[in-house]
């Protein structure tokens, strides 16, 4: 009985559920019961909860189809979680201080595609797992015991990487507060924190070594504030890539049957912006022509999903050192389908970076449908000797084909070389040039120059050189027609 509303109930038993049933008494008698409510008494006093962030990602965009993580604390069921639609999405479960909490994922129909991250209420990451590596269906995955006071060991922030080399990176940041060790994890690019290689350190910066050049790293830091007192990890990795060393021994054989394309130190631009560039495509695989072993690199102008592209890709290989003026450049391209051989391809060289900016013209052309059988094209580097380069190879300058092939990029020294047995391919040097181009075929006919504007500004008659002493520094075209062949390049003038 109680005369007081409202009424508290003491004495109840966490996580159990109540049913209550009322009547009213008065003088003389009293109502009929009515009810039962029903409540369930909750793990702990709300006022003492705090919030942890679920952070889900999915890799295609169309939520997790089904998958979805349970959370339960000591023992009893907080809730089911998931993201039901998009490519992101955060949720805040309230969860009581000091209890056993465990994740259990469930399976759907696209487990690979979910991404996940447990923060804390003070965005310490406590567990995350990327598309690609969810955990096996209906296991628990991680288990942990919670705490809603805040750490008295701050992150480190700033976190940076200076000072590249091909085997080292040196890393610097801000401590958090007075302390003088930290915990650093590292891995490749994209690996799941917690799995990485774990160092403990004590002084700041901090120089990573036996590093592999070329390769993508990420990083996260811990403060060690002593006696067992450690900061959150930071929320977040740091990535840097390490530079290659140029390539000074030769011959250099690339035939794309490496399991990571592009290979270890090759750089591939999606210039245009389309989001098709360079693939590689496998002989088993809906017969895909192939010159070498079973693998060789694509580019597309046209694709079943997309329709009619206009590509313009850049697959560029490592730096090369070229000694001596007997280097060449040997490949083999095609047409996938001869029915629409029509790809447009060029061979491009630069002598500074590797952005598409820096690259200029050696060689193009355009694939026919005899070439299906792989046209082989050398071309000497002559022009390069004593320097270091990076060749691009292009697909540009065309639209609505199927795809073009590359494979077995080689650079060698040919110590036989004959210029003119050179596939018939035509080659223009130096370039840039300053007073004199050549051609490196003793069979060129005409040698015509054209400005960017289409007029003729220069002609030359049987010979394989051409005086531009009198050009204005500039681009220009050059059109070279041999006993079989006509070619055009593009050349920079430069005084």
């Known amino acids: 009985?109680?005369?007081?509303?409202?009424?508290?109930?003491?004495?109840?038993?966490?996580?159990?559920?109540?049913?209550?049933?009322?009547?009213?008494?008065?003088?003389?008698?009293?109502?009929?019961?009515?009810?039962?409510?029903?409540?369930?008494?909750?793990?702990?006093?709300?006022?003492?909860?705090?919030?942890?962030?679920?952070?889900?990602?999915?890799?295609?965009?169309?939520?997790?189809?089904?998958?979805?993580?349970?959370?339960?604390?000591?023992?009893?069921?907080?809730?089911n979680y998931t993201l039901a639609t998009g490519n992101s999405g955060n949720q805040t479960v309230m969860l009581c201080p000091n209890a056993n909490v465990t994740l259990v994922f469930n399976s759907g129909n696209y487990d690979d595609e979910c991404g996940f991250t447990l923060k804390d209420p003070f965005g310490g990451i406590l567990t995350t797992f990327a598309a690609g590596s969810a955990p096996t269906g209906g296991s628990t995955f991680f288990t942990f015991t919670s705490s809603c006071t805040p750490p008295s060991c701050l992150t480190p922030t700033n976190l940076s990487a200076t000072n590249l080399t091909p085997t080292s990176a040196q890393l610097i940041w801000t401590a958090g507060g007075s302390e003088t060790a930290w915990n650093i994890e590292y891995g490749l690019a994209g690996f799941t924190?917690?799995?990485?290689?774990?160092?403990?350190?004590?002084?700041?910066?901090?120089?990573?070594?036996?590093?592999?050049?070329?390769?993508?790293?990420?990083?996260?830091?811990?403060?060690?504030?002593?006696?067992?007192?450690?900061?959150?990890?930071?929320?977040?990795?740091?990535?840097?890539?390490?530079?290659?060393?140029?390539?000074?021994?030769?011959?250099?054989?690339?035939?794309?049957?490496?399991?990571?394309?592009?290979?270890?130190?090759?750089?591939?631009?999606?210039?245009?912006?389309?989001?098709?560039?360079?693939?590689?495509?496998?002989?088993s695989t809906n017969g895909?022509?192939?010159?070498?072993?079973?693998?060789?690199?694509?580019?597309?102008?046209?694709?079943?999903?997309?329709?009619?592209?206009?590509?313009?890709?850049?697959?560029?290989?490592?730096?090369?050192?070229?000694?001596n003026a007997n280097m060449v450049l040997k490949l083999h391209i095609a047409p996938q389908d001869p029915a629409y051989p029509s790809e447009f391809f060029g061979v491009e060289?630069?002598?500074?970076?590797?952005?598409?900016?820096?690259?200029?013209?050696?060689?193009?052309?355009?694939?026919?449908?005899?070439?299906?059988i792989y046209k082989e094209v050398i071309l000497p580097l002559a022009a390069y000797n004593g320097q270091n380069i990076y060749i691009a190879f292009r697909h540009y300058n065309c639209t609505d084909m199927f795809y073009m092939l590359l494979d077995k990029v080689e650079v060698y020294e040919n110590n036989e070389i004959d210029l003119n047995g050179i596939q018939s391919n035509v080659f223009v040097y130096p370039n840039p040039a300053t007073t004199t181009l050549k051609v490196a075929n003793e069979n060129a006919k005409t040698i015509e120059i054209f400005n960017l504007?289409?007029?003729?500004?220069?002609?030359?008659?049987?010979?394989?050189?051409a005086n531009v002493a009198n050009l204005a520094q500039g681009m220009y075209m050059v059109k070279v027609v041999t006993n079989n062949q006509v070619i055009t390049q593009k050349i920079n003038i430069v005084r």
């Open 1 to 79: 009985n109680t005369t007081t509303n409202p009424f508290l109930f003491n004495n109840l038993v966490a996580d159990s559920a109540y049913d209550v049933y009322m009547r009213a008494v008065y003088s003389g008698g009293s109502s009929v019961w009515v009810g039962p409510k029903t409540f369930t008494t909750d793990h702990c006093n709300p006022t003492n909860k705090c919030g942890f962030v679920l952070e889900f990602t999915d890799s295609y965009g169309d939520g997790w189809n089904g998958a979805s993580i349970t959370i339960n604390q000591d023992g009893i069921l907080v809730g």
């Open 193 to 283: 924190h917690g799995t990485g290689t774990v160092i403990n350190v004590t002084t700041n910066p901090y120089t990573l070594t036996g590093l592999t050049q070329g390769t993508s790293y990420d990083v996260y830091i811990q403060a060690d504030c002593g006696n067992g007192d450690l900061s959150y990890w930071t929320s977040q990795p740091i990535s840097f890539t390490l530079p290659c060393n140029a390539y000074n021994t030769f011959p250099f054989t690339e035939s794309f049957e490496g399991s990571v394309f592009p290979p270890q130190c090759w750089t591939n631009l999606d210039a245009d912006g389309d989001n098709n560039k360079w693939e590689t495509r496998n002989a």
């Open 349 to 372: 060289v630069s002598t500074t970076g590797n952005a598409p900016a820096n690259f200029t013209s050696i060689y193009t052309y355009t694939l026919t449908a005899a070439d299906t």
């Open 288 to 323: 895909w022509r192939i010159y070498d072993g079973d693998v060789a690199a694509v580019s597309a102008s046209w694709t079943s999903s997309a329709g009619a592209l206009t590509p313009n890709n850049y697959l560029i290989t490592p730096n090369f050192t070229i000694s």
């Open 453 to 465: 504007n289409g007029q003729k500004v220069a002609e030359f008659n049987n010979t394989n050189t």
